[in-house]
């Protein structure tokens, strides 16, 4: 086992603070639920069909990679796994 296995996983960025708070939800949350979308989908498009049932869209970003954006225009990050 290395020292990164023992890391603690990093603390929400100043932005998604702020994104929790104005939006009113829990990151934690939504990155379960879009683990659990991406789990269950059996490819891009039905992953993007369930993000879209949940008024949550998936968008190519030029410095983070991809992103979740809501239909009220907030951003939120996709970590790669």
Do not use: I, T
């Not at 086992?1 to 949350?29: F, I, K, Q, T």
């Amino acid at each position: 086992m290395g020292h990164n296995d023992l890391a603690a996983p990093p603390s929400p960025s100043c932005a998604m603070v702020n994104y929790e708070r104005r939006a009113g939800v829990d990151s934690a949350a939504l990155k379960g639920m879009v683990q659990e979308f991406w789990a269950v989908s059996d490819g891009l498009s039905r992953f993007e069909r369930a993000l879209e049932d949940r008024s949550l869209f998936l968008a190519k970003c030029d410095r983070r990679g991809q992103v979740v954006l809501s239909y009220e225009g907030e951003v939120c990050v996709l970590a790669r796994a």
